[in-house]
């Protein structure tokens, strides 16, 4: 299974795997180094530019691995949308 796979049903983006368990460790750390790093920099102290710089690295990490996912299972939700609204709009035009 790849890190970086791309192309996800809804089914299979809807299940845990190692993408969402990279997601709920990396995103904490994300958070916390670029807060301690932007805070630094503002100071001018060189470590908080390395810290920003290995968030936003980081960030651009986990982007890459979970957007993908994300994307499957909100094309999922919408096509479940509109089919629900299409069957709402025929029961309120009583086309049963």
Known sequence: MSLFR???????????GINDWIAVIVS??????????????????????VLLGIGIVLLVVLLRV??????AVSRGYEEKQK???EELERKVKWED
């Open 28 to 49: 904490p750390v994300i958070y916390v180094l670029i807060l301690i790093g932007g805070a630094l920099s503002m100071l001018l102290i060189p470590a908080g530019f």
């Open 6 to 16: 791309k192309d996800w049903t809804p089914a299979e983006a809807d299940d845990w």
């Open 83 to 85: 089919h629900y609204i």
């Open 66 to 71: 979970i957007d993908p996912k994300l994307a």
